[in-house]
């Protein structure tokens, strides 16, 4: 079946610093890739998503590019700020009807000032 | 911006007990779903729903839970008889196109 496979966590980065969390998929076709963030006590909000092979979502800073070669959607963002302290899901989904989303186990990044 | 709602945030019961988790979609949306993240680990699907009936179930969504559009607004979920790994967080979500979007959640905890 479908899976997702992120870095374990937590991240802990300084403010300013480079982030990178790396997700692989299995996937039988061709899903829809998304990022997901849960900032505390909060649901889940969609940060960004890639339809197809090549496209590179980005939103507040982040980007993550949909790799069918390495079936990677990693994420990342030049400079993180102690606001995007948060855990962090990858994701997939087929596009058209009513498929599910199948999700990573996420990464709990904390930014230090 | 139109969202998902739902309600209560937290909800505390006694083991054996029915819960009723619900949901306010966004009004044109089709589909419907539940999920549920047990505290510290992934986000888990449980059903969708769509056209008045039941589109998939996971194997979790076993004979004590039960999902319900009973008035064209509403989506709850009900779990018959709670058990103490039945507390997690169950997020609701809805969809038109290919989109999904995930309400706040309630937090269910059973002692």
């Known amino acids: 079946g479908d899976s997702v496979t992120q870095m374990e966590g937590p991240v802990t980065l300084s403010e300013e610093a480079f982030l990178t969390i790396n997700c692989t998929y299995t996937?039988?076709?061709?899903?829809?890739l998304f990022w997901y963030v849960q900032y505390p006590g909060e649901g889940l909000q969609l940060l960004l998503k890639?339809?197809?092979?090549?496209d590179k979502g980005s939103n507040k800073g982040f980007e993550a590019t949909y790799r069918k070669e390495t079936t990677s959607f990693h994420l990342e963002k030049g400079s993180v700020q102690v606001s995007d302290s948060a855990v962090y899901f990858c994701?997939?989904?087929?596009?058209?009807?009513?498929?599910?989303?199948?999700f990573g186990t996420g990464t709990k990044l904390q930014v230090i000032p | 911006e139109p969202e998902v709602t739902q309600t209560p945030s937290h909800q505390v019961t006694q083991m054996g007990q029915e819960v009723i988790l619900r949901c306010v979609p966004i009004?044109?949306?089709?589909?419907f779903y539940w999920y549920r993240q047990i505290l510290g680990q992934k986000v888990e699907f449980l059903v969708s729903?769509?056209?008045?009936?039941?589109?998939?179930k996971s194997e979790i969504f076993d004979d004590q839970f039960s999902v319900e559009r009973p008035d064209g607004s509403n989506f709850t979920l009900k779990i018959r008889s709670t058990k103490l790994e039945d507390s997690a967080m169950y997020f609701c979500?809805?969809?038109?196109?290919?989109?999904?979007?995930f309400g706040p959640g309630t937090r269910l905890t059973v002692t």
């Open positions: 890639a339809t197809k092979a090549d």
């Open positions: 979500a809805s969809m038109l196109g290919y989109e999904q979007y």
């Open positions: 729903f769509y056209n008045n009936e039941i589109s998939e």
């Open positions: 996937a039988t076709g061709y899903p829809s």
């Open positions: 994701a997939l989904e087929y596009s058209g009807g009513y498929q599910k989303v199948t």
């Open positions: 009004s044109n949306h089709l589909y």
